[in-house]
């Protein structure tokens, strides 16, 4: 059943509505029947049981039932269109045959029309807050940019840097790297905490075998020196764990690699990180630095199954990535779905003895986890008052296996949530804000 009334598209607004979300303090709050105030500037003012006292002007969205918004950690823009393609195919060879050409071609026009579609994507998927990867070409990022100013969504977003292996055959190899890295500095100057912090760049290397050390060095110092987030790949897949050490015989491990350049900070953020030494495990831990977990792209392109428990219960930061386009999926809930069968199966093939996470857990890693690991935990990630109101309004009824037949135990929180998780649909994200702000989807 739909609720009567169409969404607030501006904050100041109250809804009634149910309410599911983590808690800062731990744990997750379910309400069925809440009222959420949120004021002017987009800020909650008021999350709490629903009273009969209420006044007039609430928004009734029962039975839907309100969230934070969820926050991706790793994604790229330029390769969307290519979602889904390329099935069997290794991480080196996939790169080569369906995404270098996508981001060849990601020039101005390319950005203008893709940008855009992509952030309404990640805003129908439940996606607030998008950290992505553009391609090359720093005019393309600044449309990018601009298509995340005019849509609403939180974004973090850098310019991809690569100084050999790279894309761009016309340049001279040995510019590569000071244009690069001015580009970098200048959309970092132009970009990072536009709107109140709302947009923030991220310092890209691609990942270490498209980048020199010295590219490495340069891009996490410049990162450092500018507050930004410094972003990049590691350990996804045996070839490219091979080539490093080839191109790096001096390090330790591939983590090193980062390491002595410097990137290994809590503003770090290290896609998939699958087939980690237990003296990585240890360093990232020391280091903050967070990795971004992705488990629908390392099983399509079957880089491997990272061994979420063995991480956390060894103190890395850990959220979760959609990695479009080598993921195939957007919604983050379908991620949490290839999170949870690829630890049933660690755990059937005998490789963790660890407890499995419940749908609550994992909800925590796509929305506080994301949050923490960008060190936005008191802005954003969980639905409570004085928090900036990014949310999202799922109709969970779209997840039962019989049209409009529900079981008691669908109003239960972790049932719910178990089958948002493992029955996602693309239909069931109503809505999304961020700041109270309603976002195109
Ligand atoms: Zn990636």
């Known amino acids: 059943m739909d609720p009567a009334h169409a969404l607030p598209s501006d904050p100041p607004f109250a809804l009634r509505a149910r309410l599911l979300t983590s808690l800062a303090g731990g744990g997750l709050r379910y309400e ?13 003012t008021r999350v709490e049981p629903w009273s009969e006292r209420t006044d007039a002007g609430v928004v009734d969205l029962r039975p839907w039932l309100v969230m934070p918004g969820l926050v991706d950690l790793h994604a790229h823009l330029p390769q969307l269109p290519n979602a889904g393609v390329g099935a ?5 060879t996939w790169l080569e045959r369906y995404i270098f050409p996508l981001e060849r ?3 101005v026009p390319t950005a203008q029309l893709i940008a855009p579609a992509a952030f309404r994507a990640f805003a129908r998927a439940g996606t607030t807050t998008v950290v992505a990867y553009g391609a090359l070409w720093a005019d393309s990022l600044d449309a990018c940019f601009r298509a995340a100013e005019a849509h609403g969504i939180r974004a973090v977003i850098g310019k991809v840097m690569m100084d050999r ?56 110092a410049a990162a450092a020196e500018a507050g930004a987030y410094w972003q990049t790949h590691l ?34 953020i290290l896609a998939h990180a699958i087939h980690l030494s237990d003296r990585e495990v240890g360093r990232l831990a020391e280091s ?31 959220g979760l990535g959609s990695d479009v386009a080598a993921g195939p999926d957007t919604p983050l809930f379908s991620v949490m779905r290839a999170g949870a069968y690829t630890q049933n199966a660690l755990r059937a ?62 109003e239960r929180s ?6 948002l998780i493992f029955r996602a649909h693309p239909a069931m994200v109503r809505g999304a804000w961020v700041r109270g702000r309603l976002l195109p989807a």
């Open 32 to 44: 069925p029947d809440a009222q959420i105030e949120v004021d002017g500037r987009g800020r909650l």
């Open 88 to 92: 069997g195919l290794d991480l080196l």
């Open 105 to 107: 071609n990601f020039d």
């Open 165 to 220: 292996l790279s894309y761009d055959t016309d340049r001279d190899p040995t510019e590569v790297l000071d244009l690069s890295l001015r580009q970098s500095v200048d959309l970092c100057r132009r970009w990072h905490g536009r709107d109140d912090g709302r947009l923030m760049y991220a310092f890209t290397p691609r990942f270490a075998v498209s980048c020199s050390a010295e590219m490495l060095r340069a891009s996490a």
């Open 235 to 268: 350990s996804e897949d045996r070839g490219e764990i091979a080539e490093v050490r080839r191109l790096f015989p001096d390090a330790v491990d591939y983590t090193d690699v980062y390491d002595r350049a410097g990137g290994l900070s809590s503003r770090a």
């Open 288 to 318: 903050g630095a967070v990795i971004a977990h992705c488990p629908s792209s390392n099983l399509f392109l079957a880089s491997g199954a990272m061994p979420l428990a063995r991480y956390l219960a060894g103190g890395i930061r850990v």
């Open 349 to 410: 093939a005998g490789l963790s003895d660890a407890p499995p996470l419940s749908p609550a857990d994992w909800l925590r890693l796509g929305t506080l986890g994301g949050a923490e690991a960008l060190g936005l935990e008191d802005r954003i990630g969980s639905v409570e008052e004085g928090k900036e109101a990014d949310l999202i309004l799922v109709d969970p009824s779209v997840t039962l296996p019989l049209e409009g037949i529900g079981a008691d135990h669908d």
């Open 414 to 419: 972790d049932e719910m949530l178990s089958r």
